[in-house]
């Protein structure tokens, strides 16, 4: 089901892209990494049952995120329009990215476009570190495996650690 062969490695420098968040019009990766490393949070869509159980886990962390200096960005390729009201219902922090074209779901590998699953992205859960470099790779075959989120705080801690 997933395109593997495009997904990257740990250890691989994610390229540069460029999409919108509901903070910014223009978002783009080599530029937020700057500020910190970041974790990017594939998932279905806006509304879903489980998508909403995964986002609402990780808030657990945030104050963790908040002292790591780590940013967490959910991204599914529903529009800015519907990650609005999705983000109230759920009444988290984040900055959602838009992917409404599919450009960042390809790079990860996670582009589901034209199979059953129809017009969505899989999930996964990467972190990207300072230099692009990708430090943790989470994409669950099964749509309906969790993701490993004390994997992704292990991996946090151990790049803060500079291990």
């Excluded at 089901?1 to 968040?21: C, H, Q, Y």
């Excluded at 990017?40 to 995120?65: H, K």
């Excluded at 390729?77 to 450009?103: C, I, M, W, Y």
Aim: with cysteine; glycine share 8%; aromatic share 10%.
């Amino acid at each position: 089901m997933l395109d593997e062969s495009n997904a990257p490695k740990v250890g691989n420098v994610i390229p540069n892209f460029i999409t919108s968040s509901l903070r910014k019009e223009r978002w783009e990766l080599e530029e937020e990494v700057k500020d910190g490393p970041i974790v990017l949070q594939f998932y279905l869509g806006d509304f879903g049952t489980l998508c909403s159980r995964n986002i609402i886990q990780a808030m657990e962390f945030v104050p963790e995120l908040e002292r790591l200096g780590v940013r967490w960005f959910p991204v599914s390729t529903n529009n800015l329009q519907s990650h609005r009201s999705f983000k109230v219902r759920l009444g988290v922090p984040f900055d959602f990215l838009a992917d409404p074209e599919h450009e960042v779901v390809r790079i990860f590998g996670l582009d589901l476009k034209g199979t059953a699953w129809g017009d969505i992205s899989a999930r996964g859960v990467f972190v990207i570190g300072t230099d692009r470099v990708l430090h943790h790779a989470d994409a669950p075959e099964d749509v309906y495996s969790p993701y490993d989120l004390d994997a992704v705080m292990d991996s946090l801690r151990r790049l803060q650690d500079g291990v």
